[in-house]
């Protein structure tokens, strides 16, 4: 019994996290068995692996193996029963020696010492190996897809290190919650329904009653206490979220971090989670430990009342010593599933504890849906049309009021407003993409309402490159090619040099092969973004939505890029998000933004000669450059007269 009580107490002392505030809190009193129906409804399809008819066969077979299972379990205390009868009766050689090697081979096929797993259970461990990585990569790769299909603004609102948590807790918990219940639940209580009619028919009704009255008594306090520890174990997963979050928080940051000198700070808050979170594991722990030693209670009770009614018969000569010798074993084999049942029992509860952030993140609706029977978009010549735009963020506060305007197919048209912060211009731009539905009015292109066709087909045809480029942690081959990702490596070179990024890439030592690190944080600002600009280029899209896609560059690189993008923009719908003037010079159109509305329209001379908010916005920036045209004049003149000093300094000592 030790062992199997170190046994159990070891695996409940594992901690299984979940639980946080990424989608609301649970609340702490909530049985984990509410809505009981619907997740087992939602795991259903994960444990029958459909169009895969091997897996199900895998799947058949392993049932099959379970019930040899609970046959091989009556017959192994029988057999011993015998072994003990035919000793005391005096049997020949032959005969004890038959039903000891039955009985070896039964209990070879069962196992051997409490709780090892003997020859049919490890051979359907083994097959049930094949159906449990089914059940892993179905539930992963469903929720991975589900996230991507969430709406730019869940993703804006999303703590990464409780998703992540969340994705792996979940699909590990799934696994375990259908093999406690498969291959633990169930067979414990056919095992005990079984003891129950063997004890009555062999016996007698007393042995039923002990066993009945045992059974009743562990599944209901292990039930009770298991529901009253739940709020310890829910806070200590909340709390390791916390912990855990934070750390993540810390080290993306970690430039912040060391610009503050808030080292000290960083650790000193870590580690004020970790003992948040030690107070509600001791706590977890010590409940666990008062379950462990009420069901130890039980299970003895239960043991000395049989045992001393067992050794009554056999003094009165009722019972032989083998039936003495059969009800110990069978009652210590029916103990030991039975102990285990509690433990899968509180497995199964944290595994619906571990799984309930993964199931709200299932339920997170999709805020941008195709409609029902949408078509595919259907590129002709890419007129773009905003009519009476209205939109907002969040209620009470509109980004965009009435606006309309319309870019002919192969025009440019510019974004600018007299501040550089929440204007709207970059919000255009995402709802020309659909990362979000407008509250009124109409954007088409081509004729045809955004709104009614499919976002793959609508995004296949746009480009954008936005103004803060982040990169995935890989080379920068690969980076650009997420352009296109059938492209050939000629077609990334070719991209590159369109991009002016190409010399600078041949010049690191891996060149292309190079790794840009996580979020690209190898690369300078400007490297980074004529990265964008290359996998852009690649991607040959027939509009180009530019946010401000210079705006990382230095003058000199942004006039080569300048140049890049009027080839690569020439014929095609063009919209610019610009803050420097001086970039969007050339644009068929400009549009200024001011109070959520378009205050100005027209060409740059136009609005010059207009003298309003984009002549006076001229003005500003050409007074700028020039008050930073003089001071590098200044910096320039000070240092020629530094090395004339140096020179004649040099003279002298000569």
Not at 6 to 18: E, V
Not at 253 to 265: G, L, P, Q, S
Not at 280 to 297: D, M, P, R, Y
Not at 562 to 583: D, E, M, P
Request: hydrophobic share 40%; glycine share 6%; net charge neutral.
């Amino acid at each position: 019994y030790c062992a199997v009580y170190q046994s159990d107490h070891q695996r409940n002392s594992c901690p299984s996290h979940n639980e946080s505030s990424l989608l609301g809190r649970t609340e702490e009193n909530q049985s984990t068995w509410q809505g009981f129906t619907k997740k087992v409804r939602l795991l259903v399809p994960y444990l029958w692996p459909r169009g895969n008819v091997f897996l199900q066969l895998l799947v058949i077979f392993c049932l099959g193996l379970l019930g040899i299972e609970r046959a091989i379990n009556v017959f192994v205390p029988i057999y011993y029963k015998n072994i003990v009868n035919e000793l005391t009766d005096g049997r020949s050689w032959h005969t004890v020696a038959t039903t000891v090697c039955i009985y070896v081979v039964l209990k070879f096929l069962q196992g051997g010492g409490a709780g090892a797993s003997g020859f049919v259970s490890n051979m359907r461990s083994f097959l049930w190996i094949r159906v449990q990585q089914f059940t892993n990569r179905v539930v992963q790769v469903r929720l991975f897809a589900h996230l991507h299909s969430l709406s730019l603004r869940w993703h804006l609102g999303r703590k990464t290190g409780d998703v992540l948590r969340s994705i792996d807790r979940g699909t590990s918990s799934i696994n375990s919650l259908l093999s406690y219940i498969v291959f633990s639940i169930f067979p414990t209580i056919a095992d005990i329904v079984i003891s129950i009619i063997y004890f009555i028919t062999y016996f007698n009704a007393w042995f039923g009653l002990i066993i009945f009255i045992c059974m009743v008594l562990y599944l209901t306090l292990t039930i009770i206490i298991t529901e009253w520890r739940t709020k310890f174990r829910r806070d200590m997963n909340q709390q390791d979220n916390n912990a855990k979050s934070k750390a993540v928080d810390s080290l993306l940051n970690f430039e912040t971090v060391k610009y503050y000198n808030a080292e000290n700070y960083e650790v000193s808050r870590f580690e004020d989670t970790i003992l948040k979170y030690q107070v509600s594991e001791w706590k977890t722990q010590a409940s666990l430990a008062f379950l462990n030693q009420t069901q130890n209670g039980i299970i003895g009770g239960g043991l000395l009342a049989g045992s001393l009614l067992c050794a009554y018969f056999v003094t009165e000569g009722k019972f032989k010593v083998g039936d003495f010798v059969l009800f110990g074993t069978y009652i210590i084999q029916l103990y030991t599933p039975l102990n285990w049942f509690g433990t899968y029992y509180r497995m199964i509860q944290n595994s619906f504890i571990d799984m309930e952030n993964m199931f709200k993140l299932f339920e997170e609706e999709e805020e941008v849906k195709d409609e029902v029977n949408a078509g595919s978009f259907h590129y002709t010549a890419g007129k773009v049309e905003f009519e009476n735009v209205h939109f907002s963020y969040t209620n009470g506060k509109e980004i965009l009021k009435d606006v309309s305007f319309t870019v002919l197919p192969g025009q440019t048209v510019a974004l600018v407003s007299s501040w550089t912060l929440g204007a709207g211009k970059s919000t255009i731009i995402r709802l020309l993409f659909r990362f979000y539905n407008i509250q009124g009015g109409c954007i088409r292109i081509d004729g045809q309402d955004i709104s009614k066709v499919k976002q793959r087909s609508l995004r296949a045809h746009i480009g954008v490159v936005p103004q803060d480029t982040v990169l995935f942690n890989d080379n920068i081959r690969d980076n650009i090619r997420y352009g296109r990702i059938s492209a050939s490596d000629q077609e990334v070179e070719e991209a590159a040099i369109a991009a002016d990024i190409h010399d600078k890439i041949m010049a690191f030592p891996e060149a292309y092969d190079t790794q840009v690190g996580e979020r690209g944080l190898k690369l300078s600002g400007g490297e980074k973004q004529r990265v964008a600009i290359a996998r852009t280029i690649l991607k040959a899209p027939q509009i180009i939505l530019l946010d401000e896609a210079t705006s990382a560059l230095d003058t000199q690189t942004e006039r080569n890029i300048q140049a890049s993008l009027a080839k690569v923009c020439a014929n095609r719908t063009t919209i610019v998000v610009a803050h420097r003037l001086s970039t969007i010079i050339g644009a068929d159109q400009i549009l200024v933004i001011s109070n959520a509305r378009i205050a100005e329209r027209g060409r740059h001379e136009e609005l010059l000669v207009k003298g309003g908010i984009y002549a006076d916005m001229w003005m500003k920036q050409q007074q700028a450059q020039d008050s930073d045209s003089s001071s590098d004049t200044e910096a320039k003149d000070r240092k020629s007269e530094k090395l004339q000093a140096q020179s004649t300094s040099s003279g002298h000592s000569h």
